[in-house]
């Protein structure tokens, strides 16, 4: 008979949890077991036997990692939550638990509830999205799981920053008609060049989230105009037999867009050879259209699985 704040049974959270686990971070069953269950020790009468009774040790475990963490967040009087970095929250977490899914299943544990901020008081939102910008968002970001990533910082700074939020908004949608033409130029004219060479390439519109977006326009000083890297597509080709010829691929790729559009060598990123701290692998490069640029991303099938759902579970 337990109910959410929102008067929802409490039941919709770990089933929604549960949901970003299996769908959105494509992790394994256990996984999905252990969110369903990742509040029953904290919040019922049932204790850290009953679930190694029911489900086994490894899912029990995860469980009481997921309990440690909330009751050492709560208590610990050393944590400043105004303060609080993603590197001594990782380390803290790497002293609960050594099983990492307890660190994914917490970041779908925050998410939902950023899902569902605007049930709670303002004062506790406010305070939630600081948390997400301080400890998830890094954490997100060390694992990879950058649309779920983009997701935690869009709604904080929705919360943190409103009136900021919906004049960035507005503008952008003032811009939509004009953004959509840039990108349906670019992706239709590659995926001319592309079936003319016989490369099946699966071609992505992606925008900046408006976090990074509010952000950059925060550290540069600039208008939205100015911005640059607001507008990207994402090239996707199948895997090659191995990941050597992924690489090579990416580069003739690259070649192509070079003899059919106006690039820049100062835009290259090479993340090929020397892949980010999570794992990422991809050649970045831009093309011009409409005076404004164009980020391109190609990667190979199994690089933009990496770039979705990270490294670690899913590699």
Not at 179 to 191: A, F, G, L, P, T
Not at 272 to 287: D, I
Request: contains cysteine.
């Amino acid at each position: 008979n337990q109910s959410r704040k929102t008067g929802e049974p409490y039941i919709i959270h770990p089933l929604a949890v549960a949901r970003i686990v299996g769908e959105e971070m494509q992790l394994d069953a256990e996984s999905v077991i252990s969110a369903l269950l990742h509040d029953v020790v904290e919040d019922t009468s049932y204790t850290y036997e009953d679930i190694v009774a029911e489900f086994g040790k490894d899912i029990a475990d995860i469980v009481e990692g997921l309990s440690k963490i909330k009751r050492v967040y709560k208590e610990d009087v050393n944590i400043d939550r105004t303060n609080i970095q993603a590197e001594n929250f990782i380390k803290l977490l790497e002293t609960i638990s050594v099983n990492i899914r307890v660190i994914y299943i917490k970041i779908a544990d925050r998410l939902h509830n950023m899902r569902t901020l605007e049930s709670m008081p303002t004062n506790k939102q406010l305070e939630k999205a600081g948390e997400v910008l301080y400890v998830y968002s890094p954490l997100a970001h060390r694992l990879g799981l950058h649309e779920l990533k983009s997701e935690l910082e869009d709604i904080s700074v929705k919360a943190r920053q409103p009136e900021e939020y919906r004049e960035l908004a507005a503008q952008i949608e003032a811009r939509r008609e004009f953004y959509d033409k840039i990108q349906n130029w670019v992706v239709s004219r590659m995926e001319e060049v592309f079936k003319n060479e016989g490369i099946p390439v699966t071609i992505n519109k992606r925008r900046r989230g408006y976090y990074s977006t509010w952000k950059r326009m925060r550290h540069y000083n600039v208008t939205l105009d100015e911005l640059e890297n607001f507008l990207a597509v994402r090239l996707i080709f199948e895997d090659m037999p191995t990941v050597k010829e992924d690489k090579l691929m990416c580069w003739r790729i690259y070649g192509l867009i070079c003899q059919n559009f106006s690039t820049s060598v100062n835009r290259i990123k090479d993340w090929l050879n020397r892949p980010r701290s999570n794992g990422y692998v991809a050649l970045h490069g831009a093309v011009l259209a409409y005076k404004k640029w164009v980020d391109t991303q190609i990667m190979s099938r199994r690089m933009a699985k990496i770039a979705d759902l990270g490294y670690g579970l899913n590699s």
